[in-house]
């Protein structure tokens, strides 16, 4: 079993950056594609970011193209989301996920619980 556990999310302002980070327990997590996902008050959980296991190949969904990035360190069983000039719709619970196979759009087998971001205007 893996458990996935996001940190980093806070209250910050328009423009302002900030990194989330994604710590996996187990020894399998370079094995794994990762991905993170948000889900704003009121709506669905959407895709924002995915990496392969090797950390060659991203995907990035449309809103956030240019803004985030992420990476992945696999040696601290670590993937990152690094947020920049963020706005007042980038406010949402933000979650890692791992999938064994597949692209971004795959069933995704693990997920943490959650980190809070919160930009202000």
């Known amino acids: 079993q893996v458990q996935l556990v996001e940190s980093g999310g806070g209250l910050v302002q328009a423009g302002d950056s900030l990194r989330l980070s994604c710590t996996a327990s187990g020894r399998t997590f370079s094995s794994y594609s990762m991905g993170w996902f948000r889900q704003a008050p009121g709506k669905e959980r959407t895709f924002v970011a995915w990496?392969?296991?090797?950390?060659?190949?991203?995907k990035y969904a449309d809103s956030v193209k240019g803004r985030f990035a992420i990476s992945r360190d696999n040696a601290k069983n670590t993937v990152y989301l690094q947020m920049s000039s963020l706005k007042a719709e980038d406010t949402a619970v933000y979650y890692c996920a791992g999938q064994y196979q597949g692209n971004y759009d795959s069933r995704y087998h693990y997920w943490g619980q959650g980190t809070q971001v919160t930009v202000s205007s």
């Open positions: 990496i392969t296991s090797s950390g060659i190949t991203t």
